[in-house]
């Protein structure tokens, strides 16, 4: 086997394969994905091999816990010692995700014993063949890991290194080896932990929002998972429109879970890894603790398998080196230089993308984390659809995203039709706003933490607003990021304003580009489907009502951008003639996407003196009227009026859309391609 051969992003994929990469939700069923031949193995230890080649001993085992509860275990062993190791041989302790069982490490497991290594495995208890319910990663979890360790170091039988102990996971995987050293009392040199999150259970319920993930996680049949009583319960909270259910998950989730408040307490070298994409934890969780964590520690942000993440073949080639480092410098004793080097590799997303359309990536590193040279830049939201580096000037403007939900529709119903179908569509219509901004004048890369500052207004006391950031070069606009915002503590009718915290990223937006921010009620891209199938990222609101974004100076996007190439010349281009909204003037917009499946947004303003009938209309190419969006007074106008025409029940073709108002009148094409 080559000497730098690794188990590439370590079992941590192959954990994060189980709650990563699995086919999307069927009504309430996961199919996964058990193939995980493409995973590599850790490189052997740096001594002569032996004469004779040794075979691999298998043994299953159990231990009982504290609360009797009965754990299964493995371990692969060599068959011999080996000479040129007097301590014994260096041990891995493989964590496998949720929802998963030591069955599936075990061909991993007998490989790597084969290469000087003892291997440890076991099902997580309410998992596998343990015994027990689970706690859904938590304490108790951590507990027992805890426990499994002290066995471990009594061992003898397998000629294993006490000293040289290495527990590596993604996911759960990753996170209940991180929990237990932080509660101390865990005996191990090193720690590699991907795909996880100090503040993981919040991330699941971030701004009040709830993702698919999580109730794909709370719903597993008891062959795959069998939960504790809380947990259980998880489930009904979710699908429930009543405050108090919330109120239980917001309090419930993260407790035992979240564990920011005890990272100071580790003391054992951790190497941490987050996917910029990653559709259950936001990096945001390890970038925060990056102060409060004391051992020695590396981070990678950036394309890491799992849990739905582009990944990169040069990504993979580095990390091939990354982690031989952290092995020969704290399993082996090799001092690597760590300590003089970077402690923070990223890597960013950037057009063009690849034959299956996921980014192309751009590797970096920095000593400081955020990178030195970050600031913010704040693009405001407009009237004209526009993003601008300046407020709009009429700070009583504002949008209307309208969440149409028909009464007696439930959460329960949508989920169950996977959020698609003639009857999802009839009774939840989905809804947009776009801003774009002008072109690029140059690259333009983001590194860290978005935000959005929120200025709204809702007629009901549930709202949510969904923004998707886009990169749009030419035709072609790619997902970049998303902030996800919902309201429960909401009194209606109230003007508030909502600082927002996005998911961690870093991106690289091309010069000529435009960036776009689409506002909707229904968080669903093609760029997720490869993962999340046809369901949304997190999870819509069912009540009606009517969600109005102020187009104020208190309410942008906030990018925490790197220092431009040239600071002497704009970031965008001169802005264009805007055909938008004044105090005097009619406008009617081109709608938007044009051309649109099946819905699309159309736009007017009016001027703020006119008072009368205002029509909005839509005819087909034989001047048959098909739908009337518009038709009535309106007076004391301000701001732009913004519409979603729903197409689904017509043809696909040309059509017309006819705004009337007093003296004005204009009419615009729009295509509908299904």
Sequence with gaps: MPFYALIFTLVIMFM???????????????????NFNQFKLLPSPPVPQLDVPYSVIKQDFTITLRDNVIMDCAKFYPSTPNPYLPNGYPTVIMVHGYGDRKETLEGFASAQAQYNYVVYTYSVRGQGNSGGLSNMISTTEAQDLIELVNF???DFSTGLDTANILIMGGSQGGTVPYIAACLGGLKVKTIISAVSSPEFATSWIENGCIKMTLLWTVEYTPDTARYA?????????IYSNAKDKWDSLAKWLP??????????????PIMLENCWQDKFFNA??????????????RYYFGAVMGHGGDTSWTEDQWHMNFFNEWFYHYLWGMDQGLNTRPKFHYASTTFPTNSIGMWSFKHDSSSVWPPVGVSDLKLYFNSNSRLKTTPNTNSSSYVTLNNTVSSGYTMEQAVNSEFTGTTFTNKFKKASITFNSDPLTQNMQIVGTPSIKLDYYSNVNLCQFNFQIYEVQ???????????YTDRAYTSKTRKNKLINGISHSHIFKAGSRIRVVVTNLDKTPDDTAFLGTNPFVLPVMTSGAHRLYLSSNSYLNLPMKSPVSS??????PEQNETGVTDGVFTLNQNYPNPFNPVTNISFSIPKEYSGIVSLKVYDVAGKEVSSLVNQVMSNNSGIYNLTFDGSKLAS?????KLTAGGFSDIKKMILIK
């Design 284 to 297: 945001y969780g390890n970038i925060s603790t990056i102060p409060l964590l004391q051992s020695d520690k």
């Design 568 to 573: 002497k010349i704009a970031i965008f281009a």
């Design 16 to 34: 994060t394969s189980i709650d990563g990469y699995s086919q999307p939700l069927t009504g309430k069923a996961k199919y996964r994905d058990f």
């Design 474 to 484: 030419g035709t072609v606009a790619k997902l970049v990021n998303r902030i996800n």
């Design 255 to 268: 407790f035992n879970r979240d564990f920011k408040n005890i990272v100071s307490q580790n003391r054992i």
């Design 653 to 657: 073709g040309v059509y017309f859309y």
């Design 152 to 154: 471990i170091h009594t």
């Design 229 to 237: 009583p809380q947990v259980e319960r998880m489930s009904d909270w």
